[in-house]
DNA sequence: ATCCTCTTTGCACTCGTGTGCAACGCAGCA
DNA sequence: TGCTGCGTTGCACACGAGTGCAAAGAGGAT
């Protein structure tokens, strides 16, 4: 407000017409050296900026990602955030932020990222990802899930290779002589949380265990608590505990050494997903499969802004590796265990 | 792309013009209620959304409010970030995310900024919170600080009174019986490290306590776990450490514990500032003042939607008190800890 | 039936910028 | 000198919606 300077005010100081300020602000346009100059100079002079609006009405591109998040208090998230923030941009991009909704009403978040005229929509693992996704899709804008896939065709996704994340941390707790196993799921209508306990089944199962206790931990700290003690209060509790990710192992640690009395890695070991900075802490020291942040924010950039740019039209799916990075929280296995760059990892 | 749908559409369909169209999406505007009727049956057939774009070009405002956060691993953003991104959307604005810049470049944020015609701004301790609000509020934007102050003329902001947590802070540990200070030191910077700092040297120096260890932290755990590394491993170590925050106090606890071999608080009291999420953790347990997140959101989003919406002019300052949480980190005073609503606090 | 009032509606202008098209000027060449 | 061609420039239209103004219509009172 108070006297806005458009290319109007820039024109008619640089003696020039607004389409030749237009031209100077749009790389690649045919103008002279010297003009360029003078309506440089004017636009210096006048603090003057192009409007991001008006661009985007024209150009029927707006240079906004709507990045859809929830579980802000579990730190792969924050961390995810700040990455995609900074990535976006640096390739001259926003990000428009929202919260998952508590409701569950998916209509007025869809509204409203639709009425932005978003460029591309990045969900990280609501749990109305799939609804969602499907809308935006049929919308026509690109979109790409983090940490979540989803079956249909046209979507793109960037997970962590759960699965054989999974496997390995079976064998990791095999290797160190575990035989009773539990495991804390997060939200059961995840895709991250089904492939890695599937998979955590199936191998444990090859290797001829087949009971996993199981307890629901809603991917909250809460809900951590009280299974880990609906599962390590009975007699016959398991001695290694998977949880479904970092965020619950915590608390599974914390409710099994402070309130059940219980030893870890002594009388139960317990690992989980993610490798946050938190599991990193001497406090925890927590066995955990890494998830890549940079890696899935640069690959999922690119799946997004490949299509925005019409690059490439097709959706891509992407599963990247982790190290089994060892810590102290679990016991530890006699063989398989190296030192790579600073950190011990699980390389069988 | 692939055939929007603009009120040219709906009017056609519905049979009137596109000003009535307008206007159906206009509260407050004169329609009569069949034709309102069916211009909502056409635009829901057609699934029209009216574009915000174009919206805010000739409304002059956007409904975008740009937030500038940094230090995302430090829980206390997260969590300011999950409920300013809630407040704003309940009220019909959205939030555009931006990270502070790594390279110390103000002027690019600062450009972007104002070429989306946000209609306020929100700076969460950035190191160049000041010279950016400065900017802003030259260009005529609303602008208000979060965990941060300034001293110019027509910048709103918001913080805890951390003077006065600072000084409780000092009390309880005086009341604990300690008598050797250390403090691990912010950004020096940081007007909330300032005034943290400040306060809890003149409280002990008003009770006759004038020596306080001092290392630098940096807000960051690396920095504080460094600090701790100096300050607890002297000879004549303090046997109280107050931390500019909990998250700096975090590292230092663990590098206490886990590095040096001390017991917390048996050998060394720690206490922090904010009371985060990991704070209440039980391998914590950390005794800390409390920086009441939502109230602190609440007031901001008041103070710049009151001035954005012209509602009031004035910039307006808060300081929001917080409670002294008392947990097991530092040693208890025999008197004036009590019991509220499920928490023991300082009520001397 | 006439006049007045109030509500509803459409016209036309506006927001700030991008861009196709045609005109212009200048240089090079025959 | 006259023609061709290229690089620059300005005109005018477009993007999609909000809104003041005046005309049209409905309804009531006289």
């Known amino acids: 407000m108070a006297g806005r300077i458009t290319s109007v005010e820039v024109a008619r100081r640089a003696g020039v017409s607004r389409s030749a300020v237009s031209r100077c602000f749009t790389p690649g346009a045919s103008i002279a050296d010297d003009t360029r100059k003078r ?39 924050p961390d995810l955030l700040a990455r995609l923030a900074d990535e976006l941009q640096a390739r001259g991009y926003h990000l428009l932020l929202f919260t998952g909704p508590s409701d569950g009403n998916s209509d007025a978040l869809f509204a409203q990222i639709l009425a932005y005229q978003v ?39 960037v997970t962590a290779d759960n699965r054989n994340g999974a496997r390995a941390l079976a064998d990791f707790l095999l290797a160190a002589g575990h035989r009773r196993f539990g495991y804390v799921a997060g939200s059961a209508g995840s895709s991250t949380n089904q492939d890695r306990e599937t998979a955590f089944r ?41 949880c479904a990710n970092d965020h619950m192992a915590i608390a599974v640690m914390d409710t099994a050494r402070h309130e059940l009395g219980l030893r870890v890695p002594e009388d139960v070991s317990i690992v989980g997903y993610d490798d946050v900075g938190p599991a990193r802490w001497p406090s925890y020291a927590l066995t955990s499969v890494e998830q890549p942040v940079g890696t899935m924010v640069d690959l999922a950039v690119a799946a997004l802004l490949d299509r925005i740019e019409g690059r490439e039209a097709a959706a891509r799916i992407a599963r990247v590796p982790g190290e089994l990075v060892v810590r102290a929280s679990a016991r530890r296995p006699e063989h398989g265990v190296v030192r790579v760059d600073g950190r011990d990892v699980w390389r069988p």
């Open 119 to 157: 460029d591309g929509i990045v969900l990280a693992s609501t749990s109305l990802s799939s609804a969602l996704a499907d809308e935006c899709n049929a919308a026509g804008i690109p979109v790409v899930l983090i940490n979540r896939t989803n079956d249909r065709a046209g979507v793109s996704s």
């Open 202 to 242: 199936e191998r444990l199962a090859e290797r001829g265990v087949t009971e996993v206790l199981r307890e629901d931990g809603l991917y909250s700290q809460a809900g951590a608590a009280e299974a880990a003690r609906r599962l390590l209060g009975r007699a016959d509790r398991p001695d290694a505990v998977f």
């Open 39 to 77: 309506v440089m100079d004017a636009a210096k002079a006048l603090g003057y900026r192009p409007n991001a609006i008006a661009r985007s009405l024209i150009a029927g591109r707006s240079r906004m990602i709507a990045v859809v998040v929830a579980y802000l208090e579990n730190q792969f998230y």
